[in-house]
């Protein structure tokens, strides 16, 4: 049996003004990469009940090169452990990124990680595309 890869966007919390670059539209497009995301049902908030479940996929899914979860948090302190990173996210602080990435394979999540800026939203509507998670609606003609 092939096996399934899906990804998806977790949202923390609404969009704030620092996170106003997610929401910039790629020249041919009248919408922005995240509401097309959204669109295509790719955009999940989290919900406080799945939290320990989330922290429990981030350490399932750690990279081995990264020491302290810097590829999921923001800025995060030499040694921080599990329970600080669930603390952390339960009280949403500025350590937690408004967005994440996530990459399944069969259903569990393979890949974990912070969206930094607009393009990896712009690259992740392309992959999502090749996969057939998208149709290319939203596109508009440059003619």
Do not use: C
């Given at each position: 049996m092939p096996k399934m890869k899906k990804l998806y966007v977790i949202r923390t919390?609404?969009?704030?003004?620092g996170d106003l670059v997610f929401a910039l539209r790629p020249r041919?497009?009248?919408?922005s990469s995240l509401e097309i995301l959204e669109e295509a049902?790719?955009?999940r908030d989290l919900d406080?009940?799945?939290?320990?479940q989330f922290v429990s996929d981030l350490v399932a899914t750690h990279p081995a090169y990264e020491k302290d979860f810097e590829h999921?948090?923001?800025k995060p302190p030499k040694g921080i452990l599990p329970s600080q990173?669930?603390?952390e996210l339960h009280a949403r602080s500025k350590m937690i990124p408004t967005l994440f990435i996530v990459h399944t394979q069969?259903?569990?999540?393979i890949m974990i990680k912070?969206?930094?800026s607009y393009y990896e939203l712009l690259s992740l509507v392309q992959d999502a595309r090749d996969d057939g998670l998208l149709s290319e609606k939203g596109e508009e003609d440059d003619e």
């Amino acid at each position: 049996m092939p096996k399934m890869k899906k990804l998806y966007v977790i949202r923390t919390r609404p969009l704030g003004i620092g996170d106003l670059v997610f929401a910039l539209r790629p020249r041919r497009t009248s919408y922005s990469s995240l509401e097309i995301l959204e669109e295509a049902g790719l955009v999940r908030d989290l919900d406080p009940k799945w939290e320990h479940q989330f922290v429990s996929d981030l350490v399932a899914t750690h990279p081995a090169y990264e020491k302290d979860f810097e590829h999921a948090l923001i800025k995060p302190p030499k040694g921080i452990l599990p329970s600080q990173v669930y603390k952390e996210l339960h009280a949403r602080s500025k350590m937690i990124p408004t967005l994440f990435i996530v990459h399944t394979q069969n259903d569990h999540p393979i890949m974990i990680k912070k969206v930094e800026s607009y393009y990896e939203l712009l690259s992740l509507v392309q992959d999502a595309r090749d996969d057939g998670l998208l149709s290319e609606k939203g596109e508009e003609d440059d003619e």
